[in-house]
């Protein structure tokens, strides 16, 4: 009895101060005027998303990813029933929605078909060769053309990189290293393309002006003399879909010993990217930027960014045709945001999304007949079978995923990744909550969801008479205008048909001396589980 007398007695005794703080404080008129119950407020708030998530949201209501797209992603990765019976759920009738289009013949898988032949009934390698058109010394060819987009550790945990690059050595992905650097956990045996950003973090130094200077002695003892050969290209990042023309802060929180030493900064402190390179300042200093990379590595180099005005992809694409320099990949990343956190600002209005930023800018390398010298890469939700179609009748090449192989590896979209409380160890770098997340595990749920994205875009692709994604034309995809419900292909909606690639067959692109990784035993590991 007396035990029940002292805790009222605490219990009330907080109350009341809690009360005589609320009331005195003056930062909060709810507080103020509404001592303790005022604070209920907030708790509602911060219960409001989970409460929505679960209990109130339909499957297709949600953003950026709705409930059915996670359950096809996490079914996917768990090798669980992704199917769904009775009927779609989704409005087919909205605006924007995709309608691949199938042949009345689909093409014919026999017994010869190359995926039996080797072993991979997911081979989907690139159809073009990275590096190929401007005579790079290492050229290649990715093995699978859906990848891991660039998520820098320091954003993402250790574990989850670890997860990402086993699972990518599993399925034949590579692994885009973000602006973070090269960290041990990037190294479990997936291929890796080393993303340079502005503040060069593992190939720069902070000088006296506090500006961060990129050095190529740094770069080349990192990527050719400690991990050789594991590097297949550099990705320039001139901009992000999450904040392009921004530039990123990673709070001293996160950045520990481990990941200051691999970005070469100090311990403990806010770490600035910077709005702009010192590399360089203009198109034509882009260029010889990019040549000078590839001349001393021997390695393909592209560049990354959000599309707005295109008066500076005009310029680049006129020097590529009259000089044959510059970039050998283009990635172009959707403005409606992505793993980094943003003002919403930006994320909500600053540069244009996926399909409006690809359409402009393929557009203008088409009009100057480049599209077959330069292997385009596209990154924006595109981690779905119609998504993948769709990006492949407009020009994409390849496909960069991040968001996606996130919800593969176990997040639940809490969108808490810019606070370093991410529930499932994803995006923090709390110990205590990484804990949770196995790699050796998450490794196969990721290789499983890009299996089965694979797998069934293959078929879809087969459905429309073709044996490779790259094959499939503008008119192979509709979508609703939502004008008196009609549909119109996305040559009509978007004012052009991309050209043919050479192609003939997946064995040629099996045989390819340049096909990067393990080729046909790349997915003998994902098959032992």
């Not at 009895?1 to 609320?22: E, H, K, N, Q, R």
């Not at 000089?323 to 409606?336: A, L, Q, V, Y």
Request: net charge positive.
């Amino acid at each position: 009895m007396l035990f029940l007398y002292i805790s009222l007695a605490v219990i009330i005794t907080v109350i009341a101060v809690v009360f005589l703080y609320d009331f005195s404080q003056k930062k909060n008129a709810i507080t103020r005027n509404f001592p303790v119950i005022g604070r209920m407020r907030n708790l509602l708030i911060k219960l409001g998303p989970p409460i929505r998530q679960y209990f109130i949201a339909s499957n297709r209501e949600e953003l950026p990813f709705n409930r059915s797209q996670r359950n096809w992603i996490e079914n996917s990765a768990l090798k669980t029933n992704n199917y769904e019976g009775f009927g779609t759920d989704k409005d087919l009738y909205r605006p924007g929605h995709v309608f691949v289009n199938p042949k009345m013949f689909p093409f014919k898988v026999d017994g010869n078909h190359i995926n039996n032949e080797s072993n991979d009934p997911y081979f989907m390698p690139c159809a073009k060769v990275i590096g190929a058109s401007q005579n790079r010394r290492f050229p290649f060819r990715p093995y699978s053309v859906v990848n891991i987009s660039a998520m820098s550790y320091g954003s993402l945990s250790a574990n989850a990189q670890m997860a990402l690059n086993l699972g990518a050595s599993m399925v034949g992905c590579y692994h885009n290293t973000g602006e973070g650097g090269l960290s041990p956990y990037h190294m479990k045996g997936g291929d890796v393309i080393f993303h340079i950003g502005t503040g060069y973090f593992g190939c720069g130094v902070t000088k006296d002006d506090g500006l961060r200077y990129f050095d190529l002695d740094m770069l080349k003892r990192l990527v050719i003399d400690k991990y050789p050969g594991k590097v297949k290209a550099l990705e320039v990042k001139l901009s992000q879909g999450a904040k392009p023309g921004k530039g990123g802060v990673l709070p001293a929180s996160k950045n520990t010993l481990e990941i200051a030493e691999i970005r070469g900064v100090k311990p403990h402190t806010d770490v600035l990217s910077p709005t702009y390179h010192t590399a360089f300042s203009n198109v034509r200093e882009l260029v010889d930027f990019i040549e000078y990379l590839a001349e001393n590595t021997g390695l393909p180099v592209g560049v990354k960014s959000a599309v707005g005005d295109l008066a500076q992809w005009k310029e680049l694409a006129d020097i590529m045709k009259n000089e044959n320099r510059g970039p050998d990949f283009i990635t172009i990343d959707g403005g409606e945001g992505g793993t980094g956190a943003a003002p919403p600002s930006f994320a909500d209005h600053v540069a244009l999304p996926w399909v409006f930023g690809f359409s402009e800018v393929y557009n203008v390398f088409m009009e100057r007949g480049l599209t077959n010298n330069v292997v385009f890469i596209g990154s924006g939700k595109l981690g779905f079978p119609s998504e993948v179609l769709k990006a492949f009748a407009m020009g994409v090449d390849v496909i960069n995923i991040a968001r996606e192989a996130m919800i593969s590896i176990g997040c639940i979209q809490a969108q808490e990744c810019h606070t370093g409380h991410c529930p499932t160890g994803i995006a923090t770098q709390s110990k205590r909550l990484q804990r949770g997340l196995d790699p050796a595990v998450q490794a196969i749920r990721f290789g499983n969801y890009i299996n089965s994205l694979r797998k069934e875009s293959l078929q879809m692709v087969h459905a429309c008479g073709y044996e490779h994604p790259s094959q499939m034309k503008m008119v192979d995809v509709d979508v609703s205008c939502g004008d008196n419900n009609k549909v119109i292909t996305l040559e009509a909606a978007y004012g052009y048909e991309k050209p043919e690639i050479p192609f003939s067959s997946m064995q040629e692109l099996l045989e390819c001396k340049y096909l990067s990784g393990l080729g046909k035993e790349k997915n003998r590991l994902i098959k032992k589980h």
